[in-house]
């Protein structure tokens, strides 16, 4: 196992709180950064770069070389796995992705599983954690039941994820069955990451925000639990971070009845609250606005002050609400890193 002593970010993770706070942006390796744009363009869509192990691990390390986080992400996406249980994917340009055929239309067994097509991202895997600097650590991730789902029955994204409610309100059985293949599929993928060479592991539940509290409950928070669990007894030891989007008030049972080791809080979160409220002791990650990162400036200074001293007592790991967005000034970044580092 990997000696967190010389992990600041690993050690944190597993409850030890550093001196200075480490940080990592969510989708840090991207197009903000010139180089991903050269490598991009380079490659052409977004699938055949991430199923590419050597430009999707040079992707990955690109922030690193820049930067010097503390954390390492993997490129690739969150709807590899409705891929691998058997849907269609593709990145239309201007309009996001798409999985054919929409579950929304089709049963769920109908689709012919094709777990083969994640062995390129094991194969990033490995090429990065083999070229990591030493006090690095290496973060895998999934997206959570709820929101693969909203994907995986509507065909696409949405504002409300109107449609996968609906469906799961009409017929809560077979939207049942779609999560669990999910859940199950998502334990075997995070699984294979770890084995080649990731060290933590990250759960995006990005539309966790859309559901009632009683839909929550059951969408959420049971099978992220499930995952957690599955995922604890076959990598022990592997700390696992959840971040539930717009979460608000329900953030605390999602802390509580998961089991994730560490949350990730989005930029709607007080800080302040935060602290007072979540487990004593719970690593927290998070919570810079992207837009102030953006903005730059006093603003950019004021915000990441006030989380810094929000968390000073508490294991914190520095890092935006959500992603950083493709027009943020690379100085900003710059910026940023030298006050959580000083």
């Known amino acids: 196992m990997t000696d967190p002593t010389t992990k600041p970010l690993l050690a944190t993770l597993r409850g030890?709180?550093?001196?200075?706070?480490?940080?990592?942006?969510?989708?840090q390796a991207g197009r903000y950064l010139p180089e991903?744009?050269?490598?991009?363009?380079?490659?052409?869509?977004?699938?055949?770069?991430?199923?590419?192990?050597?430009?999707?691990?040079?992707?990955?390390?690109?922030?690193?070389r820049r930067f010097g986080f503390d954390g390492a992400i993997l490129f690739s996406d969150i709807l590899m796995v409705p891929w691998a249980l058997g849907q269609d994917l593709s990145f239309g340009v201007g309009e996001g992705p798409r999985l054919h055929p929409p579950l929304v239309d089709a049963a769920l067994a109908t689709l012919a599983g094709a777990a083969e097509r994640l062995d390129p991202v094991?194969?990033?895997c490995a090429r990065v954690a083999a070229a990591l600097p030493a006090a690095t650590t290496f973060l895998g991730f999934a997206g959570s039941p709820w929101t693969v789902a909203t994907?995986?029955?509507?065909?696409?994204?949405?504002?409300?994820?109107?449609?996968?409610?609906?469906?799961?309100?009409?017929?809560?059985r077979a939207?049942?069955?779609?999560?669990?293949?999910?859940?199950?599929?998502?334990?075997?993928?995070?699984?294979?990451?770890?084995?080649?060479?990731?060290?933590?592991?990250?759960l995006f539940d990005s539309w966790a925000g859309s559901l009632s509290p009683a839909q929550y409950e059951r969408w959420v928070i049971a099978p992220n639990a499930a995952i957690v669990a599955g995922l604890r007894a076959r990598c022990p030891g592997v700390p696992i971070i959840g971040f539930p989007k717009g979460a608000g008030g329900k953030l605390l049972a999602y802390a509580r009845e998961t089991g994730v080791d560490a949350v990730g809080i989005d930029e709607t979160v007080d800080p302040e609250w935060a602290h007072a409220y979540l487990?004593?002791?719970?690593?927290?990650?998070?919570?810079?606005?992207?837009?102030?990162?953006?903005?730059?400036?006093e603003a950019l200074e004021s915000a990441t002050t006030r989380?810094?001293?929000?968390?000073?007592?508490?294991?914190?790991?520095?890092?935006?609400?959500?992603?950083?967005?493709?027009?943020?000034?690379?100085?900003?970044?710059?910026?940023l890193i030298a006050q959580v580092r000083v």
């Open 16 to 27: 030890v709180r550093q001196p200075i706070a480490p940080i990592w942006l969510m989708r």
């Open 36 to 64: 991903y744009r050269a490598l991009r363009g380079e490659k052409g869509g977004f699938l055949a770069l991430a199923t590419d192990p050597e430009a999707a691990a040079e992707v990955t390390l690109q922030p690193i």
């Open 122 to 124: 094991y194969a990033t």
């Open 151 to 172: 994907y995986m029955v509507a065909g696409h994204g949405s504002k409300d994820q109107g449609e996968t409610r609906r469906f799961a309100y009409n017929d809560p």
């Open 175 to 202: 939207f049942a069955e779609i999560v669990d293949a999910i859940a199950a599929m998502t334990v075997d993928y995070l699984a294979g990451q770890i084995a080649n060479g990731v060290e933590t592991v990250q």
């Open 279 to 297: 487990p004593q002791g719970m690593p927290v990650q998070g919570n810079l606005d992207p837009l102030a990162l953006i903005a730059g400036g």
């Open 307 to 335: 989380i810094m001293r929000a968390f000073a007592d508490r294991p914190h790991v520095f890092n935006l609400g959500h992603g950083i967005l493709p027009d943020t000034p690379i100085a900003h970044v710059e910026a």
